[in-house]
């Protein structure tokens, strides 16, 4: 019997609502995070990636209406009391949000910002709080850490306020990381540096990480296995070693399509006809069947349910087969 995971997200579904109704906005979300293990959830813009990583961390709209359920370590997250999810929030999990300036207060110092986790919520004295992240910043490659913590957010850059939000979630020693999107607003050589910096700590600490990105790649060099969103729903899982020549799913296959090629640079780029839906435009039966090259009539009338597709599974009626001759075939 295999352990229980770390974080169990089960056909999680939430309502929102918008123009005085209830609309659905997250239709079936699915991930499944072991201990120590990084999974990454991609998908275009609008997917409901971060909705499902804030479910996580109980951060939805009171309006919200949840069906389904987040795991963490076996206990509902959405059935958590008020002061059990502060606890939880305070020492299990820490998220790094991609915008650090619409999250560090800026009339407070980084210092003050650091600490006060573990000042108000863990009973941690001052002095021992104040040199515990000093300790940290030197590790996440902040020099001059004292005067730092002495500044105020407008004085860093964003590469550097990134790795003060860094600094601040590890602080808490949570068990599990989320990290939406933390590299969007960085230029190219900054964020190499603070992924590299997410992913060494997460190594030495054995977080396990849910990585909420749009970049197929970099969620597969980064993590374990990745999953993909679209209009609301997981529609593929499988490992991140596999993700290149082992995906099933046709959105999936699609969005490494459209990547550019560094084997062929005279290639024109080739994109997804159409254009992604919210969760909320969903029609009837599979949401990516207006897009898709291979549709079929069921794909129009019927909703795909996940299956076992290899190593993973898939969201797919028709999902794509392979020989015995392609590359990590299984039997």
């Known amino acids: 019997m295999s352990p229980t995971p770390l974080l169990q997200i089960d056909a999680l579904r939430i309502d929102l609502p918008l123009d005085g109704a209830l609309r659905t906005v997250v239709h079936r979300a699915d991930v499944s995070i072991p201990a120590g293990q990084a999974v990454a959830l991609v998908g275009e813009s609008g997917s409901g990636k971060s909705l499902t990583a804030r479910s996580v961390m109980g951060l939805l709209p009171r309006q919200a209406r949840i069906q389904g359920d987040v795991l963490f370590d076996g206990e509902s997250v959405p059935g958590m009391k008020p ?32 600490i006060e986790g573990l000042t108000t919520a863990r009973g941690v004295p001052a002095a021992e709080a104040v040199n515990k992240v000093i300790g940290i910043l030197r ?34 020693e949570p068990r599990l990381l989320l990290a939406d999107e933390p590299t969007t607003a960085l230029d190219v050589t900054t964020q190499e540096e603070v992924m590299a910096i997410i992913a060494e700590a997460r190594e030495a600490r054995g977080l396990a990480m849910l990585f909420i990105s749009h970049d197929l790649e970099l969620a597969a060099a980064v993590c374990d296995r990745v999953a993909v969103m679209y209009a609301g729903s997981t ?22 399509a459209s990547r550019p090629s560094v084997d062929d640079v005279g290639a024109g780029l080739r994109s997804i006809e159409g254009r992604p839906l919210s969760g909320f435009e969903v029609p009837q039966g599979c949401a990516f069947s207006d897009r898709c090259p291979g549709v079929q009539d069921l794909c129009r009338t019927d909703l795909p349910q996940p299956s076992a597709a290899g190593d993973g599974t898939t969201a797919c009626h028709f999902p794509h087969t392979f020989s015995s001759g392609e590359a990590g075939s299984h039997a």
Do not use: K, W
Not at 90 to 109: C, E, G, L
């Open 139 to 172: 590790e996440v490659d902040i020099s001059d850490a004292d005067r730092r913590m002495r500044q105020r957010p407008h004085e860093l850059s964003g590469g550097l306020l990134q790795r003060v939000m860094i600094a601040a979630a590890l602080a808490t």
């Open 235 to 256: 529609v593929e899982e499988l490992p991140a070693t596999q993700l290149r020549g082992r995906a099933a799913h046709p959105y999936t296959r699609a969005l490494l």
């Open 83 to 114: 002061e059990r999810l502060r606890a939880f929030r305070a020492s299990d999990v820490a998220m790094v949000f991609q915008d650090p300036r619409a999250h560090i207060n800026p009339a407070r110092s980084i210092g003050d910002f650091l």
